[in-house]
């Protein structure tokens, strides 16, 4: 079973800056795509970047109000994963999650247990 763990969380204030990490293991696919998603206190689970490996070139997306100041990567041969955040806004405090989507016929979706990021004003 895959299991993803989520580090980098913290306190920052408005402006600052933070790196998210997130490490999966047990991850034999060689077609998945990888996200962060992020959920505040009584709010839905929402999309923040993911990237979807492809031969002719990885495809890379951001929430609209992400753009241009988060950055998402990832290393393929440590399965690892990373959400650089600049310029972070206080409406961005939520529970940081990582998340892999395995594509194909064995198609699995898992989970990490998140990192709380905190942004004040």
């Known amino acids: 079973q895959v299991r993803l763990v989520e580090s980098g969380g913290g306190f920052v204030q408005a402006e600052d800056s933070l790196r998210l990490t997130c490490v999966a293991s047990?991850?034999?696919?060689?077609?998945?795509?990888m996200a962060w998603y992020r959920q505040a206190p009584g709010k839905e689970r929402e999309i923040v970047a993911s990237i979807r490996f492809s031969f002719r070139g990885d495809i890379i997306s951001y929430a609209d109000s992400e753009k241009g100041r988060f950055t998402i990567s990832s290393d393929s041969a440590t399965h690892t994963m990373y959400l650089q955040m600049s310029r972070m806004r206080p409406e961005e405090t939520a529970n940081y999650y990582c998340n892999v989507v395995v594509t194909g016929p064995d198609e699995s979706i898992c989970w990490g247990q998140g990192t709380q990021v905190t942004v004040s004003a």
């Open positions: 047990g991850l034999r696919a060689s077609n998945y795509d």
